[in-house]
């Protein structure tokens, strides 16, 4: 299996359309935001994470996302896959960050032992006004 695209959403939904397809609806892609609230803030937000499984491989796997701040693991996921072979998937992640300070956190997702895709978020202090 490989890792498409990982960002972090506000919602995803799917949507039948017309024929055997499938389409997924994503609205507020973010790489930043301002704090809504004082520090230290508790941050749980939606990581999607977009999957192919090639037809040749197995339908399970298991997706790992470290969440890094400054070079300091914050949180951590797994969770097991399973996408039919010659199909797309998705996988929502879910982890619970408190920012002590403003910065960027990294999620780096990967499939069993594959390849790292890194994914930045920063934390910006609350906008004046």
Excluded: K
């Excluded at 024929?19 to 999607?48: K, N």
């Excluded at 400054?70 to 996921?77: H, K």
């Amino acid at each position: 299996m490989q890792i498409l695209a990982a960002l972090f959403v506000d919602d995803m939904q799917m949507r039948q359309v017309p024929g055997p397809a499938t389409r997924i609806d994503l609205t507020g892609v973010q790489f930043s935001a301002a704090a809504p609230e004082p520090l230290p803030y508790t941050w749980t937000p939606h990581l999607c994470v977009l999957i192919h499984c090639p037809a040749d491989h197995r339908a399970m796997s298991a997706l790992t996302v470290e969440f890094d701040l400054d070079g300091e693991q914050v949180a951590r996921n797994v969770q097991p896959l399973q996408i039919e072979p010659g199909r797309f998937g998705r996988q929502l992640v879910r982890p619970e960050i408190t920012f002590e300070r403003y910065g960027t956190v990294f999620a780096r997702c990967r499939i069993d032992a594959g390849p790292v895709v890194s994914v930045p978020f920063t934390l910006l202090p609350p906008a004046a006004g």
